[in-house]
Nanobody, 119 residues
Framework: QVQLVESGGGLVQAGGSLRLSCAAS????????MGWYRQAPGKQRELVAT???????RYADSMQGRFTISRDNAKNTVYLQMNSLKPEDTAVYFC?????????????WGQGTQVTVSS
């Protein structure tokens, strides 16, 4: 099992920035990638970005250029830097951990952290 704990959500004005963190613990040898998803009210959960143990990153098209995923392997922590936030970025953001072989397969989830962007 892999445990994931997110932090860093909150309320920010449009145009502002937030950085989310996700600390992984447990059987982290069983994963080779981590990612962020988000789910807005009434909408399906959508992929934001992923990063492999080797540092390869992928982004959803709508987040490219505004969001940056990174990781600190020594701390088993993944970050999501979000800039130029828009009200439509309001959602619960979930950290995930899993396996990537080109396509990412999440196997573990954090509890989610709320991000609210006011206009």
């Amino acid at each position: 099992q892999v445990q994931l704990v997110e932090s860093g959500g909150g309320l920010v004005q449009a145009g502002g920035s937030l950085r989310l963190s996700c600390a992984a613990s447990g059987s982290i040898f069983s994963i080779n990638a981590m990612g962020w998803y988000r789910q807005a009210p009434g909408k399906q959960r959508e992929l934001v970005a992923t990063i492999t143990n080797g540092g390869t990153t992928r982004y959803a098209d709508s987040m490219q250029g505004r969001f940056t995923i990174s990781r600190d392997n020594a701390k088993n922590t993944v970050y999501l830097q979000m800039n130029s936030l828009k009200p439509e970025d309001t959602a619960v953001y979930f950290c995930s951990a899993g396996y990537s072989s080109g396509r990412y397969y999440p196997g573990y989830w954090g509890q989610g952290t709320q991000v609210t962007v006011s206009s």
